[in-house]
Every structure is written in structure tokens, then in C-alpha cells.
């Protein structure tokens, strides 16, 4: 009987800690994914000072297995069109929309 229960022990444990390592394992990813959205939203936006509109995707070359689409749309409101753009950008890596890291930033015309 104490065999038994000893048993179950341990493979609940074992069980336990192969989700362990799995929730790690998604946390370095979320954590890379994260670095990765900061650089390319940093590179998007001192790319052009007011871009215009357009979609753009594709692998990062230090991570292949991560990837990334940039959508860059008019201002939110039809007064602001002109005035403003909304760049939202994603990477994802292997279960798409499920393992995903979002930005999204507002950025005004500069002066002329």
C-alpha cells in the first residue's frame, strides 16, 4: 500500500515539473518575443519620420523562429487621417495568434 502512495507521488511531482519546464520555457519565449516587438518598433519609427500607410511581415534573422507584421494605418478619426498614424506591430512564434506580443503606438505629423 505505501508503494502505492509513494508511486502516485511521484509521478504527480514528475507531472508537475514537466509543466514547470514547460511554463518556463514559454516565459523565455514571451520574454524574447517582447525584446524583439521593442527593437522593431524602435527601427519602425526612426525608420521614416511619418510613414505612409502599409503592411509589411516577416522572420527575424537572429531568431527565425520568431516573426513579426507591422501595419501602419491612418489616424484613428477621419480629422486626424493626416495628422496621425497608428503602427501596430506583432511577433508571434509557433501557435500564432496564441503566442503573441502586441504594441501599438499613436505618432502626430511633425511640424513642417
Known amino acids: ?25 514559454h516565459d523565455q519565449r514571451l520574454n524574447r518575443a517582447t525584446l524583439l516587438a521593442q527593437g522593431l518598433m ?3 519609427l526612426t525608420a521614416e519620420r511619418f510613414p ?9 534573422e537572429s531568431d527565425p ?6 501595419e501602419i494605418l491612418r489616424g484613428p478619426a477621419r480629422e486626424l487621417e493626416e495628422e496621425m498614424r497608428e503602427i501596430r506591430l506583432r511577433v508571434f512564434w509557433d501557435g ?9 503606438t499613436l505618432i502626430r505629423r511633425p511640424d513642417r
Open 1 to 25: 500500500m505505501a508503494i502505492a502512495i509513494i508511486a502516485t507521488a511521484l509521478v504527480s511531482l514528475l507531472s508537475l515539473h514537466g509543466r514547470n519546464i514547460e511554463i518556463v520555457a
Open 42 to 44: 524602435t527601427r519602425t
Open 52 to 60: 505612409d500607410p502599409a503592411q509589411a511581415s516577416g522572420d527575424f
Open 65 to 70: 523562429d520568431f516573426h513579426w507584421q507591422v
Open 96 to 104: 500564432g495568434d496564441a503566442d503573441a506580443v502586441r504594441l501599438v
